[in-house]
């Protein structure tokens, strides 16, 4: 209902059998539609493959990710418009989804400048442990870029302060107040429930917190912050890593990054790892070019006590940044469920840096 699926529509994910987005994609058969799946590298021979396959199978609803429309952006490609013998590509397309992180306002932008100016573009968001979204699309509503349009029908979400206090302008807990669906009512191995409990039902008692950081706003829209469990804390003021993130994004210089929070000195800094573009260093006049779109973009506390180079960053297989491990590295605390990332390899590039233990 939420992203209008009928029987004629032709619908694809990019999706590994390991994300939830699998199940998902699956249970389009359920109304009739016809699902296109794609093995292989969504970059490879460039970022126009996907593209191209959208446009020769007649897709209706494009399934994607913020990283890959970042990538297109920095890649520079404009599927939506004409090229050679191709007079009007994408036609067909109706409909794109986003999802894995914070879709944010220059995603948006690109998308109905480069692709198609008339169809919906829904961030969706929920959880791997409902397959469902707590908050997505809606094709009655408009789009208002760096937000969700509306909650998920069966989804009573709320935001709330720390002292369980529905919220509404401002940055909350993302709660569900009553039983939903699809909502997982036991774990396996976990006879007491014990653990299931622990991992919904403790912050808030008898209430279901998921552990991300959103504001809702006055018309209803959801904006996401990342995970409250990654929430940055720097002098007690709460900050989201996508709002760090959707700046960097904005500069060419820079193919990537990982915002974190450091214990120092009986409070928290900021720490940002960045992956220069092929052929850039990592040098002052670049730092300075970092912060000031951070601090422009944002306001002084989001600005990184440390800016750092790495090659890559980490990734679970769904495609998530993987900030918790990272915080847990540079504490030197032990880092567990490797097996769930794409590539737990370079996490070692992040263990015992020298720049961490300099003021």
């Given amino acids: 209902l ?41 970059s490879f021979p460039d970022f126009e493959t996907l593209w191209k396959m959208a446009d020769e199978e007649k897709i209706t609803i494009f399934g994607t990710s913020p990283k890959f429309l970042t990538a297109c952006q920095q890649a520079g490609i404009t599927p939506g418009k004409s090229q050679g013998e191709v007079t009007s590509p994408l036609q067909n397309l109706k409909t794109i989804l986003s999802t894995g992180s914070p879709l944010s306002i220059e995603n948006f932008e690109w998308v109905y400048q480069n692709i198609k100016k008339d169809l919906l573009l829904a961030s969706i968001s929920g959880g791997t442990d409902i397959i469902s979204c707590f908050m997505l699309g809606n ?34 807990e993302l709660v569900c107040t009553a039983p939903f669906p699809s909502m997982p009512v036991f774990f396996w191995n976990d006879p007491d429930q014990k653990k299931y409990r ?99 973009g944002t306001s002084p506390r989001h600005l990184p006590a440390k800016i750092i180079s790495v090659t890559a960053v980490p990734y679970t297989i769904s495609g998530k940044k993987v900030e918790l491990a990272v915080t847990r590295l540079i504490h030197n605390e032990p880092v567990t469920n490797t097996e769930a990332l794409a590539n737990p390899e370079v996490l070692e590039q992040y263990r015992n840096r020298s720049e961490l233990t300099l003021a």
């Fill in 2 to 42: 939420h992203t209008d699926l009928k029987r004629e529509d032709t619908i694809f994910f990019f999706t590994t059998c390991g994300w939830m987005m699998w199940n998902w994609l699956v249970s389009s058969l359920a109304v009739g539609a016809t699902v296109v799946l794609y093995d292989g590298s969504p």
């Fill in 198 to 296: 622990a991992a919904y039902f403790e912050k808030f008692p008898g209430i279901w917190h998921h552990g991300d950081f959103v504001e809702i706003t006055s018309h209803e829209g959801i904006i996401v912050y990342g995970r409250s469990d990654a929430t940055l804390n720097p002098g007690g003021v709460r900050i989201g890593t996508a709002e760090i993130y959707r700046q960097i994004e904005t500069i060419p210089e820079i193919t990537d990054s990982l915002v974190v929070g450091q214990q120092w000195e009986n409070d928290v800094r900021i720490i940002l790892f960045v992956v220069p573009a092929k052929g850039i260093m990592l040098d002052e006049v670049l730092i300075q070019k970092i912060k000031k779109t951070i601090r422009e």
């Fill in 139 to 172: 094709p009655l509503l408009p789009v208002t870029a760096g937000e969700i349009q509306c909650k998920g029908l069966g989804m009573k979400v709320e935001a709330w302060d720390k002292n369980g206090k529905s919220v509404v302008g401002q940055k909350g």
